[in-house]
Nanobody
Framework: VQLQASGGGLVQAGGSLTLSCAAS????????MGWFRQAPGKEREFVAA????????TYADSVKGRFTVSRDNAKNTVYLQMNNLRPEDTAVYYC??????????????????????WGQGTQVTVSS
């Protein structure tokens, strides 16, 4: 299984970035997907998740109204659209996948331990 995150970079405060995470080696449509981030000296934190069904979207309070998570099962890819970026959004962003069954199709996982696979991370730096 491989999760390849891309799209990070340097952006000014107020700017936008879209992260992509391409999955391979798994049946993407059977997995819920999430985004986490880790800033220097801090623990990894939940950012957003989308259920296997795509009908449930969950966000951390710190990004609600600014970030949007989406998925394209035809492309085995999950996205994180980030608008109105702030310096405190600076971090390495990771995508992750958790296997979801028929009873949890609409569930979104928020704890790192719930996830089965992780990508390598992409750096997002927001300058003030």
């Amino acid at each position: 299984v491989q999760l390849q995150a891309s799209g990070g970079g340097l952006v000014q405060a107020g700017g936008s970035l879209t992260l992509s995470c391409a999955a391979s080696g798994l049946t993407f449509s059977r997995y819920g997907m999430g985004w986490f981030r880790q800033a220097p000296g801090k623990e990894r934190e939940f950012v957003a998740a989308i259920s296997r069904s795509g009908t449930t979207l969950t966000y951390a309070d710190s990004v609600k109204g600014r970030f949007t998570v989406s998925r394209d099962n035809a492309k085995n890819t999950v996205y994180l659209q980030m608008n109105n970026l702030r310096p405190e959004d600076t971090a390495v962003y990771y995508c992750a996948a958790y296997q979801a069954y028929s009873g949890t199709m609409h569930y979104t996982a928020q704890a790192p331990l719930e996830y089965d696979y992780w990508g390598q991370g992409t750096q997002v730096t927001v300058s003030s």
